[in-house]
């Protein structure tokens, strides 16, 4: 189910991993963005193996004291109106979790999301992604769902009506390219949702806790959501998923939703300690400062392969003119692990304590495979 690269890693340290062979590389790839700590970071240790020694499970029918710490750090870094929180394991749960409780608050069946847009795998947010190779093997899908094109400010306001539950979208689309959207885009969403009553999901799976410059990408634009979903960076590479809402959401039936692994206190330890030292260490600006030191190397290289080169913060799209497999894998050969967001973006989610001199590395190896 996976395209396999060529290489065992087998052990980490910030933002260098090791292969079996004890060859070192610069991970730009963070697990798929999940390792905001980076590799084996003391904060993310720690928090483990104290938590391993006490309880590694608890389910959400009894109270716990890591979940409610991890509660309360996430009613304190969120806006004030998201003030209830459920946890799961991953990103598409907390996607799932939105699409339900969205219908469930309005009564309406219809979910609005953006081409190009990615929300994850599982049946209803699978319903609101974009791409026919992700879809087609497993349709029908969950019916109710109408895609309209990103960063369109007036085909998205015309397709929200009294049947639309919500709108779903990414502050900056990851798998789609590594394409940010504009404020006009994201405001004129917010105004017409509230027009409409309907809900404004953001999806903050892959943007959330400080890779794009911000803690939340949607800062960047002067708007909030009535749902926000989070995963990848909230426990630094420990399984986590949130959804947060608040008000436009009301009271759920109890049991409606549940799950058996989510909020279990050895997540939720790692999540507290890890969203705590992302705040304190100011990890956010760091983010900013590095991701435009490498924006703007990269648009220095005035290479004839560079179509555009997009992205806030630690989140980068290197759009090239041709397929860009050959240089992921020339940049493999280089010490550099990057991903990609479709058949010709090279996308670099570096973990955000990665420092300037691994930033020199990796624009060094650019600029040769980039020639």
């Known amino acids: 189910m996976y395209h396999k690269r060529q290489v065992v890693l087998v052990r980490g340290e910030g933002a260098r991993v090791w292969d079996a062979d004890g060859r070192e590389y610069v991970d730009c790839t963070a697990g798929i963005g999940v390792a905001a700590l980076g590799h084996a970071h003391p904060v993310v240790v720690e928090a483990l193996t104290e938590q391993a020694a006490r309880l590694v499970t608890c389910h959400e029918g009894f109270y716990n004291d890591q979940r409610a710490a ?32 969205s219908r469930a608050a309005t009564g309406r069946p219809e979910i609005v999301s953006a081409m190009r847009g990615y929300h994850g795998k599982t049946f209803g947010a699978l319903s609101a992604t974009w791409g026919k190779s992700y879809r087609t093997p497993f349709e029908p899908l969950v019916p109710g769902f109408r895609m309209v094109p990103f960063n369109r400010p007036d085909a998205v306001v015309e397709a929200i009506s009294d049947t639309t539950a ?13 394409r940010p959207a ?14 409409r009553g309907a809900l404004l999901i953001i999806d903050e799976v892959q943007t959330g806790f400080g890779r794009t410059g911000k803690l939340f990408a949607f800062e960047h634009h002067g708007v909030a959501p009535d749902i ?16 947060a809402f608040g008000d436009a959401v009301g009271q759920l039936p109890k049991l409606s939703h549940t799950t058996t ?21 100011d990890l956010p600006a760091h983010a900013a400062a590095q991701g435009r030191r490498l924006i703007d190397a990269v648009e220095t290289l005035s290479s004839p392969r560079v179509r555009e080169v997009r992205g ?51 624009i060094t190896a650019l600029g040769k495979v980039l020639a």
Not at 72 to 88: C, E, G, N
Not at 182 to 195: F, G, I, P, S, V
Not at 228 to 243: E, F, I
């Open 261 to 281: 692994f989510g909020g279990n206190p050895l997540a939720c330890a790692v999540a507290d300690r890890v969203i705590a030292h992302i705040v304190s260490a």
């Open 70 to 101: 991890l509660l309360d750090r996430l009613d304190a870094v969120t806006p004030s109106a998201l003030d209830r929180f459920f946890l799961s394991s991953s990103g598409t749960e907390a996607n799932e979790a939105a699409i339900k409780f």
């Open 166 to 178: 919500a709108v779903l979208v990414e502050v900056v689309q990851g798998e789609g390219g590594v």
């Open 312 to 362: 806030l913060g630690l989140m980068i799209g290197i759009e090239l003119k041709q397929p860009a497999g050959p240089a992921a894998r020339s940049l493999m050969d280089e010490g550099i692990l990057v991903l990609l967001a479709g058949s010709t973006v090279l996308r670099l989610l570096p973990p955000l304590v990665i420092q300037p001199e691994e930033i020199d590395r990796v």
């Open 228 to 243: 926000l979903t989070l995963a990848k960076s909230v426990a630094g590479g420990v399984p986590m998923g949130v959804t």
């Open 182 to 195: 504009t404020t006009e885009y994201l405001q004129a969403l917010r105004t017409a949702c509230t027009n």
